[in-house]
């Protein structure tokens, strides 16, 4: 048997954290849970906390942490409580980890996830927002530091599972031509163009195939997820943007495919359920039940492939030019868009705000080399405080 795995899970409450601890409560034996992290759900924690028994517990809120504490004290339970990105980036980096699952949501996730990589860590990546603000200082740390990445993003596991077991980071000399990225299109594929002005954020959220946290849907909802994607592809598996297709495929069933030169193209498909590729990842190269309804095709019955409509995913477009622009672009766009959605989510700005917002924010900005951290994170600031003012302007 393999040995037992050691775990962080960084964004514990959120729906990877939670899809990753029902797959590890699944195989007692294999895995151990040393670290749980999140941002200020205490309840929730505190439960995690009483099921896994960490040694350690991170809330970043302060005020959470305390409380969090008191209850685990009141328990009798010996997890210690820490507060702060500090503390996160520190049991991201513990000596008696060896996995990392990275899936904070957002920008506030590169700091762990960097951490994580640096101490030379199994990095179970779902916070696909590292890779996009800081793909090359991401990549080079896990290469410097021999750290083993391993995508959690359905598209990337897919197109990791397709190709060659030992790629060695060049497309063309593993006979790869294409990387094909599938999309469902989200709650607003087929809706009337001139309803998207009106949507609300409950609309944007229903997913019609994936249970996700909000602002994931939304990018769903605006095809941003699949820009990122596009940008998290070409770190990961050192594609052109030319080499990467986005495929619209409603049913979800395929979550990406890989083509090869002599016209084969392999696929990876299954129930859209992430508790697959969290399974792949947490025990690889081991296959182990995920709790996963087995894939039943005759229901499925059939599958359906679209190009994308770049008029009413003007996102999807957004990210493209801003991988070619390169540099801290990407990272410029990542922030706009979490300061739209974020505004959108509150109901401050109309759906289709958030494109303008992001097209606008990149178009004002000035990007220059993402060689540093703070290269990436003053990129970062600059592109939220342009986006912050104009969707108080709005
Ligand atoms: P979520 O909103 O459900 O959960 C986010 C988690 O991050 C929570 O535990 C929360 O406490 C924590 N968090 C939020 N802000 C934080 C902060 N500032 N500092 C520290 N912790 C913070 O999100 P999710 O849907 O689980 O997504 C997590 C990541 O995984 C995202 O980057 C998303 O793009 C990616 N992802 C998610 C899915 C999915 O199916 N949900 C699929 C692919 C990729
Ligand atoms: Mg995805």
């Known amino acids: 048997m393999s040995k037992q795995r050691h775990l962080t899970v960084l964004g514990a409450t959120g729906t990877i954290g939670v899809n990753t601890l029902d797959v590890v409560a699944r195989h007692p034996e294999k895995f151990k849970i040393v670290a749980l992290t999140a941002n200020c759900q205490v309840e929730k924690l505190y439960r995690q906390c009483l099921q896994f028994e960490p040694e350690y517990a991170v809330m970043l809120n302060p005020d959470s942490a305390g409380e969090l504490r008191h209850r685990l004290r009141q328990s009798g339970r010996g997890t210690e409580v820490l507060s702060g990105v500090e503390a996160l980036e520190q049991v991201a980096a513990l000596p008696q980890v060896d996995s990392v699952m990275a899936a904070i949501v957002g920008a506030a996730g590169l700091r762990p996830a960097l951490a994580a990589a640096q101490s030379g860590k199994r990095v179970l990546l779902a916070n696909k927002e590292t890779l996009v603000m800081s793909g090359a200082l991401f990549m080079d740390a896990v290469r410097r530091h021999g750290a083993e990445l391993l995508p959690?993003?359905?598209?990337?596991?897919?197109?990791?599972?397709?190709?060659?077991?030992n790629f060695s980071s060049d497309l063309s000399e593993n006979g790869v031509r294409r990387i094909l990225l599938t999309a469902s299109g989200g709650p607003f594929r087929t809706v009337p163009l001139s309803d998207l002005e009106n949507v609300t954020p409950q609309q944007a959220c229903a997913h019609p195939n994936w249970v996700m946290g909000k602002k994931i849907s939304v990018d769903s909802a605006t095809m941003m997820n699949k820009g990122l994607e596009v940008i998290e592809a070409h770190w990961l598996f050192n594609t052109a943007p030319e080499q990467i297709?986005?495929?619209?495929?409603?049913?979800?069933?395929?979550?990406?495919?890989?083509?090869?030169?002599?016209?084969?193209?392999l696929a990876q498909l299954g129930n859209p359920d992430m508790r697959t590729p969290i399974a792949y990842a947490l025990s690889y190269p081991e296959r182990i039940d995920a709790g996963v309804t087995p894939l039943d095709l005759f229901k499925i019955a059939r599958l359906d492939f679209e190009k994308p409509d770049f008029q009413r995913f003007p996102c999807l477009n957004l990210a493209y030019q801003a991988l070619r622009r390169g540099?801290?672009?990407?990272?410029?766009?990542?922030a706009a868009n979490e300061v739209a959605v974020a505004a959108f989510l509150e109901e401050k700005i109309p759906f289709k705000a958030i494109p303008a917002i992001i097209e606008k924010v990149l178009a004002d900005i000035t990007t220059r080399a993402a060689e540093?951290?703070?290269?990436?994170?003053s990129a970062d600031e600059s592109a939220r405080r342009a986006a912050q003012s104009m969707v108080e302007a709005l």
């Open 327 to 334: 540099g801290t672009a990407p990272a410029v766009l990542n």
């Open 372 to 377: 540093s951290l703070p290269d990436v994170l």
């Open 152 to 165: 959690i993003d359905s598209e990337h596991n897919a197109i990791f599972q397709s190709l060659p077991r």
């Open 245 to 265: 297709e986005v495929v619209i495929h409603p049913q979800s069933v395929i979550h990406s495919m890989v083509e090869y030169a002599d016209g084969s193209v």
